[in-house]
């Protein structure tokens, strides 16, 4: 385990259905991050917390919710989600929320919405 | 616009041989540079970074990469390819300084074989 963890690693939701997902780290870093990963396309940047603060959130839809309760835990909380939101959705995690730093990820959630 | 370009879906190379995964970028100002890669069911992991110096950075895994401003190039490179490094390698962009707004490309499959 790289030091992130993500639950559950594959989750298969109707349409109608409310889940969430979890990322936990214990790195000591400061920033967390949610990407959604789909195939032959670039990983899209979702949403971005430092120390618990939203820092960005790139034009996601709202079936989409992040919530940071501290600076260790991140979820993501779905509800009427699109087919074409299957996908494998990663969290990450790095020392502060600059360009300097490399990430660390979790092995994400491979998300089906049937 | 800003953008990553990794032109290749998919690297073939023997076992042994030298490898080259490439990696273009149409990015402003002095970008910090990062390659990750991709195991099966996996999350990306941190392989090495460019921030400056050196234009030859050394990565995990025997692992290096080769800045070329003039270029504007970061190529992945080994010297001699296990079967085991074969996965899915990503390059990535963090345009400017501060920003964790990082762009990444589409992907390189490599496939190494014995």
């Known amino acids: 385990e790289t030091g992130v963890t993500q639950t559950p690693r594959h989750l298969v939701m109707g349409m109608t259905n409310k889940k969430s997902l979890k990322c936990e780290q214990h790195l000591g870093h400061n920033a967390m991050y949610w990407y959604k990963q789909s195939a032959k396309k670039p990983l899209e940047l979702m949403f971005v917390?430092?120390?618990?603060?939203?820092?960005e959130n790139n034009s996601v839809p709202s079936r989409f919710s992040p919530e940071c309760p501290n600076s260790s835990h991140l979820f993501l909380h779905l509800h009427t989600l699109q087919p074409e939101d299957s996908a494998l959705y990663l969290c990450a995690s790095s020392p502060q929320p600059t360009g300097s730093y490399g990430y660390t990820f979790g092995s994400g959630t491979r998300l089906t919405v049937v | 616009a800003q953008s990553v370009a990794q032109p290749e879906d998919q690297v073939n190379v023997a076992e042994g041989n030298p490898l080259t995964v490439k990696c273009t970028y149409s990015v402003s100002g002095n970008p910090y540079l990062f390659w990750y890669v991709q195991y099966p069911n996996r999350g990306l992991q941190f392989l090495l970074k460019y921030i400056t110096g050196d234009n030859l950075v050394k990565g995990s895994y025997g692992f290096e990469a080769e800045f070329n401003k003039s270029q504007t190039s970061f190529h992945l490179k080994k010297p001699s390819a296990l079967v085991s490094d074969s996965a899915l390698y990503f390059c990535a962009v963090s345009p400017t300084s501060g920003t964790y707004k990082y762009i990444f490309g589409t992907g390189t499959r490599l496939k190494v074989l014995a």
């Open positions: 917390y430092s120390l618990e603060e939203r820092v």
